[in-house]
């Protein structure tokens, strides 16, 4: 399992865009939770809370409630905002991504320092392919 990390800012040797989403395994008990590094250079999570999905609203209805089909789209994730999370420590995230002109992809990793909270710096991680 994993945590996905949204970056807003600005990562080094990288010609992408920010507010890109990766991914880190950094978290005690990773589960698919969204982190953002802010602009301002904080680190966010979300507040979320699971709501059940009526059945009449889920992509198969009609199947019988005993089969895994049922159970597809039964639960909605609701965000209800998000805590600063005061890291103090390093936080490494990553991606790969692939050239869709044919040729080779590219790993991408970082190491964001923080501080009491604050963002301090973030390097890219070399040597990995």
Same mark, same amino acid.
């Given at each position: 399992?994993?945590?996905?990390?949204?970056?807003?800012?600005?990562?080094?040797?990288?010609? =992408? #865009? +920010?507010?890109?989403?990766?991914?880190?395994?950094?978290?005690? &008990?990773?589960?698919?939770? /969204?982190? *953002? /590094?802010?602009?301002?250079? =904080?680190?966010?999570?979300?507040?979320?809370?699971?709501?059940?999905? #009526?059945?009449?609203?889920? #992509?198969?209805?009609?199947?019988?409630?005993?089969?895994?089909?049922?159970?597809?789209? +039964?639960?909605?994730?609701?965000?209800?905002?998000?805590?600063?999370?005061?890291?103090?420590?390093?936080?490494?995230? &990553?991606?790969?991504?692939?050239?869709?002109?044919?040729?080779?992809?590219?790993?991408?990793?970082?190491?964001? =320092?923080? *501080?009491?909270?604050?963002?301090?710096? /973030?390097?890219?991680?070399?040597? =990995?392919?």
């Amino acid at each position: 399992m994993f945590d996905y990390v949204v970056c807003h800012a600005p990562l080094p040797d990288s010609t =992408r #865009p +920010s507010g890109r989403t990766f991914q880190t395994k950094d978290f005690e &008990y990773p589960s698919m939770d /969204i982190y *953002t /590094i802010t602009a301002a250079g =904080r680190l966010m999570v979300e507040d979320v809370h699971f709501d059940e999905v #009526p059945k009449a609203e889920r #992509p198969y209805p009609d199947a019988p409630d005993d089969s895994l089909l049922s159970l597809l789209g +039964s639960m909605r994730r609701e965000v209800d905002g998000s805590h600063d999370v005061g890291l103090h420590g390093d936080l490494h995230f &990553y991606e790969w991504h692939d050239n869709h002109d044919g040729g080779a992809g590219e790993w991408e990793e970082y190491r964001a =320092r923080f *501080t009491l909270g604050q963002l301090e710096s /973030i390097e890219r991680v070399q040597g =990995r392919q």
